[in-house]
């Protein structure tokens, strides 16, 4: 037999995937399904857990089904811009990128306000291998989207970014394939030596991730066992979301064919 839908998602509080935890969930819905905001999902977990293969494969199977614009926007592009003390404490592993005050929260807020009013945004570019974040000409510039996904290890961290969602995941993985993913990825593709690598991930990401990250689980309305490998569970997502937003969808469309038809006087 194959894997009961336990093993595939976890509905928090056995809510069979809620749309959203927020207080006032059904008014919720009803603005955006009232509106032409974007949909906008939050999808948080601790460091390699697969949150952005995840996200990628939401982006897709949506972009098929639902023909929707979709945007993925990585949280970790909203690292404060580091004076050189800080850098070259971050080039030695001993800056704590896992911690609150290390995101530009005033910034990331800033353009939540502009997302949720379908403006032009621009992302900030943050280069790990320099610790810098890059100038503004080569920052990430984000059109006004159907479904905005924004992931991040502390994606639930912030109230007002986390009051934003309409449906909020955690991509649960156990902590030693989250470590071996750490490594490969910082030492092959960051460059960095695997000594520093382990000293940081002691010293910084795993309390960090016990002390922020963990306790935020309990805001996600669906959790994803075994993360980027379980495509079960995204494909059942995907089909929720697609159900969420058909109201809105055919409502769009019907103002749009309303708009469209002409009475001839008599």
């Not at 593709?189 to 991730?209: D, M």
Request: charged share 30%; aromatic share 8%; proline share 4%.
């Amino acid at each position: 037999m194959g894997d009961s839908s336990d093993n595939i998602l976890h509905f928090r509080s056995g809510a069979k995937m809620a749309a959203s935890s927020h207080k006032n969930s059904r008014n919720f819905l009803n603005d955006y399904e009232n509106t032409a905001k974007p949909f906008i999902i939050g999808v948080c977990g601790g460091t390699a857990s697969g949150k952005t293969t995840v996200c990628d494969k939401i982006m897709e199977k949506l972009g098929e089904k639902v023909k929707s614009k979709v945007e993925v926007i990585a949280m970790e592009s909203f690292y404060k811009d580091l004076d050189p003390e800080d850098i070259e404490a971050a080039n030695n592993g001993q800056y704590n990128f896992d911690h609150p005050d290390a995101f530009d929260i005033e910034l990331l807020e800033k353009t939540f306000d502009q997302i949720i009013d379908r403006k032009t945004v621009w992302v900030p570019a943050y280069d790990k291998k320099s610790n810098e974040r890059l100038s503004k000409d080569k920052w990430q510039k984000v059109p006004p989207a159907d479904v905005i996904i924004f992931e991040g290890i502390l994606a639930f961290y912030f109230q007002k970014i986390r009051d934003s969602f309409h449906m909020k995941l955690f991509v649960d993985s156990d902590a030693d394939t989250r470590l071996s993913r750490r490594v490969l990825n910082d030492t092959e593709k960051n460059g960095r030596g695997l000594e520093n690598v382990l000293n940081q991930y002691t010293q910084f990401v795993k309390p960090a991730f016990e002390e922020f990250c963990l306790p935020t689980k309990q805001h996600s309305d669906v959790i994803i066992p075994r993360g980027s490998d379980n495509t079960v569970a995204v494909d059942l997502i995907v089909q929720h979301i697609e159900e969420l937003m058909k109201p809105r969808v055919e409502s769009l469309r019907d103002r749009h064919n309303s708009d469209s038809i002409t009475v001839r006087p008599h």
